[in-house]
T-cell receptor, first 113, second 112 residues
Framework: GAGVSQSPSNKVTEKGKDVELRCDPISGHTALYWYRQRLGQGLEFLIYFQGNSAPDKSGLPSDRFSAERTGESVSTLTIQRTQQEDSAVYLC???????????FGQGTRLTVV | QQQVKQSPQSLIVQKGGISIINCAYENTAFDYFPWYQQFPGKGPALLIAIRPDVSEKKEGRFTISFNKSAKQFSLHIMDSQPGDSATYFCAASKRAGNMLTFGGGTRLMVKP
């Protein structure tokens, strides 16, 4: 596709359920990032993938959060046993290596009720 | 640890005025400083970016000023328009990779 694609665009889930969010990066972009944005707040770094290197997971807020990426393609962010404080927009971005110019998807708005 | 500090949190400017948003960073390894613009319900989009080897970069009505010694950079929006009303984020990334660290954001409102 032409841009970063995220799905679903909206997700409402019950507290305690697991959710999986998907990101399709721009073809050829080896770097992929996940950020969390709470309502009216800034972007909180979660995890960063760069090619075949070990991902930088330093931003994951708890062990309920995990992410995977297959090669240089799709990434999934999984949140287990969701809590109300997990409600936020989860943004994915991708970029070419060494340039720092990241292209963002529209985000997935997660609401935990 | 907030490595990029952004101010103000919100800004109201009259149409035609100059909007100024400031950012300060701590890590001297940062060597790429982009600004992102975000409209409600959308993901952030790159607006303009600068590297530390220049002190200023201008693209249309948008200018980044960079002060390496002070570890500060700012975005100036000249002749601000209502369509510029959005949230603006500064960011920084390191030489060794391109993971972006974002500032807290500035919500700009340009009044007609």
């Amino acid at each position: 596709g032409a841009g970063v694609s995220q799905s679903p665009s909206n997700k409402v889930t019950e507290k305690g359920k697991d959710v999986e969010l998907r990101c399709d990066p721009i073809s050829g972009h080896t770097a992929l990032y996940w950020y969390r944005q709470r309502l009216g707040q800034g972007l909180e770094f979660l995890i960063y993938f760069q090619g075949n290197s070990a991902p930088d997971k330093s931003g994951l807020p708890s062990d309920r959060f995990s992410a995977e990426r297959t090669g240089e393609s799709v990434s999934t962010l999984t949140i287990q046993r969701t809590q109300q404080e997990d409600s936020a927009v989860y943004l994915c971005a991708s970029s070419l290596p060494g340039l720092g110019r990241a292209f963002f998807g529209q985000g997935t708005r997660l609401t935990v009720v | 640890q907030q490595q990029v500090k952004q101010s103000p949190q919100s800004l109201i400017v009259q149409k035609g005025g100059i909007s100024i948003i400031n950012c300060a960073y701590e890590n001297t390894a940062f060597d790429y400083f982009p600004w992102y613009q975000q409209f409600p319900g959308k993901g952030p989009a790159l607006l303009i970016a600068i590297r530390p080897d220049v002190s200023e970069k201008k693209e249309g009505r948008f200018t980044i000023s960079f002060n390496k010694s002070a570890k500060q950079f700012s975005l100036h929006i000249m002749d601000s328009q209502p369509g510029d009303s959005a949230t603006y984020f500064c960011a920084a990334s390191k030489r060794a990779g391109n993971m972006l660290t974002f500032g807290g954001g500035t919500r700009l409102m340009v009044k007609p």
